[in-house]
């Protein structure tokens, strides 16, 4: 089994920025990518961003330039770098890794709810 958890969400202002942490751990041969998701209420799931093993990274349009991923594989744990917030990030975060274990298998964390006030 992987355990997957995240930290770091909060209430922040428009303009400032928050930090978010995912950690995975459990029995796996080897990570894959590791990434985040976001979910605005009444809203689709939606990509954020996501780094491979390489170090490869992607991100949407929205956040580019604003959110900085990152990811330390000796610890196996994703960072999410948040700056520039804006009222519309609000959404609970997730973090999701890909994981080789026998097969190769998604699996998310519970969320973390991230708020940009006004």
């Known amino acids: 089994q992987v355990q997957v958890v995240e930290s770091g969400g909060g209430l922040v202002q428009a303009g400032g920025s928050l930090k978010l942490s995912c950690a995975a751990s459990?029995?796996?041969?080897?990570?894959?990518?590791m990434g985040w998701y976001r979910q605005a209420p009444g809203k689709q799931r939606e990509l954020v961003a996501t780094?491979?093993?390489?170090?490869?990274?992607n991100y949407a349009d929205s956040v580019k330039g604003r959110f900085t991923i990152s990811r330390d594989n000796a610890n196996y744990t994703v960072y999410l770098q948040m700056n520039s917030l804006k009222p519309e990030d609000t959404a609970v975060y997730y973090c999701?890794?890909?994981?080789?274990?026998?097969?190769?298998?998604?699996?998310w964390g519970q969320g973390t709810q991230v708020t940009v006030s006004s």
């Open positions: 999701i890794v890909r994981a080789v274990v026998g097969g190769i298998r998604n699996y």
């Open positions: 780094i491979t093993s390489g170090s490869g990274t």
């Open positions: 459990g029995s796996f041969f080897r990570l894959e990518f």
